[in-house]
């Protein structure tokens, strides 16, 4: 089914916003709505729809976890478009909106998550470029119309995203496990950071920034996640106290060869995460450059690495206030180190690996 | 106490071979010993030392953890120098050469701790700039000799560091804190993936990328460690049990304030993490920027950068292997984004906050 518009967007936030955006680059129609004035001005004045009433084509609701339902329904009674959401948990909204609603009008509802997102919050952090080549999982219930399905997975491409079919509980137990619990856990060990004298945290290294850099993350939005999604939270919270439990009693029998094995599964789950995007994992090597600190240096270096003709997958500046020279770490193929590495020495950069 | 050598480093990997380097660069004499022949003619051959035998001043024992107090004992014994080592773990080893020498022999003896390191290992990763501008823990037992404190403090100096003193067992509740537990919870994020049906590992985003990162770290240099901090992992390890289970007691009362106060106190050990190297936290606001994949764009981008004048302080390159333009993250102080997004946009990239 090919998605012509108008698109009504609710709720004109990061998501609402950058939908918005995607689709009118796309030549679609977009009527915003959202309970903030604020909100409405900034996403029209960017660009990404206008306030006027329409006989949509498509809802798309993108507001917070809490109003999901609410909206879902009120969209399938006051229009006879398919309606979508691009909230963050899926069976708990459908429960909701099922109970609210006919069978006739339930079918028009088809749920799905776009895998994107920013730190920052709001309509002013929005993209067009958003969803590019983010998967975007779209969620049919039982009851689903095959041209509603059919719909949504358009606007995940006419996004640039690539859509993934979820039943909604198998959606919901995959971000548990993949966001979810990696979030609540990120915020433990950053809460026991609190406990600890400023002193001890003089000898943080990138480990533990790496680690709880999520916790960060608006908490009023994630408390409404978490609440949506505490069966599969529940069962994997379990299997993290099962296994610090396994933990513990081996730290106290000195039982290496446990404490071994849970490492050894950390090693297996770091490598079945595939590629950024979902693509399959490319072999990186890094490799270390010491940088004087200040902006023409880090230009030189890459037009350096540019004529040397190696693709830098990945950059990461550790930036020292208190030196003249900071450490740039590049990623590039594997079997590009040695070449890199040689080509900046001969060009009087200083490397390591 | 001057440091004038020479310095024996006992164990020639990653980090007996990066001080070797730092040293000579530094025009000290360095004998290398290593069991490893190989690593030992890797070592010399990159201008680490050499492994003649000499009357050191200082002897640097770098072995891996369970075999440091076998060689700090020794190197007490048959030399008259002062004796460091550069071990993730300080108290279990100082009990251990304890026990087998007096205390004339112990006076020699100050532990230390470079917060640096590498997730490859050995000789060949290593690098004489590798302790540049890190913090290096000294930690003084209470019977050392004040000489041999000053002449450790002044190795960390020598090779680059920020000497930080700490006592051993303060050193160990430190770290498990800032490196040993985020390091066994990431492992346990990690290896609930091993769990996953494959196809639910596709909506897997950045954070758990992040958060299990270090989970990838060797098992076995790991399991000593962690096997040489067992009181105070312990402690931090029942701490965290005792969060998962206030979380689980709050999912199962759908108690929203419980799971806030939890979310709001990662927010804030997330914000107690000094800047890196040990440096204050510098406000930082970061800006996308749409880029064609192949080198000269990035090359371009940087060029830009430094005509507008603003110094980047750190890159992520989202980079899709599917997709002909690549998403580079900038991060630079909070009050040039503005300016920078103009003056990139005035040059015709795409940017987005």
Redesign the interface.
Known sequence: MRLDGPVLVVGAGLLGTSIGLALRAAGVEVALADVSEENLRIATGLGAGTPEDVTPQLVVVAVPPDHLAEEITLALRETDAVVTDVGSVKAAPLRAVSAQVDEAALRRYVGSHP?A?SE?SGP????G??F??R?W?VTPHEHADPDAVALVTALAEVCGA?P?V?TPA??D???A???H?????????????????????????????????????D??L??QI??AN?EA??V??????G???V??TA??D?D?AR??A???????????????????T?AEGTL?V?VP????E??R???D??EI???????????????P?G?VELSVATDAVDHLVESLESRGW?T??
Chains 1, 2 share one sequence.
């Open positions: 895998m997102g920052r002013f952090a929005a993209s470029a958003l590019d080549g998967p999982a690539t993934v979820f198998e959606h137990r995959a971000v496990r993949t966001s619990l990696p979030h609540l856990l990120a915020a433990l060990v950053a809460g026991r950071l609190t406990d600890a004298p400023r002193e001890h945290l003089a000898l943080s290294g990138q480990g533990v920034r790496d680690v709880t850099r999520i916790a960060a993350g908490p009023g994630w408390q978490i609440a505490t939270l529940t994997l919270l379990q299997d993290v106290r296994d610090i439990d933990l513990l730290l106290a000195d290496r404490v071994a849970l490492l050894d599964r950390g090693v297996e789950g770091t490598a079945v995460i595939p590629g950024k995007h979902g693509g399959p490319v270390f010491a600190d200040h902006p023409g880090l230009a270096l890459f037009a690495a540019t003709g190696v693709n830098i997958e990945d950059v990461h500046i550790d930036h020292d206030p208190a030196r020279v450490l200083t390591h690996r």
